[in-house]
């Protein structure tokens, strides 16, 4: 069975601080990707990032950087320098093997970024 | 690219009626649709995986002849709460999954912005 670990619930910071977020998943499959998504108060989730299992290079984007770690099954995210507008509730995902064609996610139980000004 | 809406955004209506939730895929074809349900503060439960031209898969738990789920075309999927009741009241979320080699990340699931469902 799949399972997505997010140990923080809660994090607040102020603004131009940096924060990482913690995601550990569970997993017997060889292939599989990881997800983050970000849900600002709106409802939308937003597509961050999709990273293979087999890929193990980070991967920064602007102020956006993640950390895979397949040794520890961790695949951490860390704003940099972070603003008021990064508030959001952060969900990482597992899915299922690549060559399933279903792809279901296994979503963690979220984290919720305050950033305050 | 890889959009995806949802209509209605909000919805209120009394106990007893039908509702019809939309999702769309706008610029991308998806034979794979899914929905979710989200209570507050928590994460998103996957209640069902819609296939193009085929019945719906259903979580367990989650009764098939409450939630009605019609995917009739590559672009849209729809899902109907029948005989509403409070307990349905929450914020229902469709994500579409992107296949073929147009988009950036093949094999994503992108989200509709959601449906807030508040029944009297």
């Known amino acids: 069975a799949q399972k997505v670990t997010q140990a923080q619930t809660e994090i607040s910071v102020v603004e131009k601080e940096d924060v990482t977020l913690d995601c550990v998943y569970e997993?017997?499959?060889?292939?599989?990707?990881l997800f983050w998504y970000k849900q600002p108060p709106s409802g939308e989730l937003v597509f961050l990032i999709r990273?293979?299992?087999?890929?193990?290079q980070n991967e920064i984007s602007g102020r956006y950087s993640w950390n895979f770690q397949k040794s520890t099954s961790s695949f951490n995210f860390t704003i940099t320098a972070s603003q008021v507008v990064d508030s959001a509730v952060y969900f990482c995902?597992?899915?299922?093997?690549?060559?399933?064609?279903?792809?279901?996610?296994?979503f963690g139980g979220g984290t919720r970024l305050m950033v305050k000004p | 690219g890889a959009v995806v809406s949802q209509h209605p955004s909000r919805v209120i209506c009394k106990s007893g009626t039908s509702v019809k939730i939309e999702c769309r895929s706008l610029?991308?074809?998806?034979?794979?649709m899914f929905w979710y349900r989200q209570f507050p503060k928590q994460s998103l439960m996957l209640m069902a995986t819609?296939?193009?031209?085929?019945?719906?898969?259903?979580e367990q738990g989650v009764e098939k002849d409450k939630f009605l789920i019609n995917h009739a075309s590559l672009t849209l999927s729809t899902l109907t709460v029948t005989s509403a009741h409070p307990e349905d009241s929450s914020f229902y979320i469709c994500?579409?999954?992107?296949?073929?080699?147009?988009?950036?990340?093949?094999?994503?699931?992108?989200f509709g912005p959601g449906t807030r469902l508040t029944v009297l």
């Open positions: 610029d991308f074809q998806a034979t794979t």
């Open positions: 990273r293979n299992s087999f890929d193990e």
């Open positions: 995902a597992l899915s299922d093997p690549i060559n399933n064609a279903g792809n279901m996610l296994t």
């Open positions: 994500s579409a999954r992107t296949s073929g080699a147009l988009t950036s990340f093949t094999d994503t699931q992108y």
């Open positions: 819609s296939n193009e031209g085929s019945k719906a898969t259903y």
């Open positions: 997993t017997r499959d060889t292939t599989y990707y």
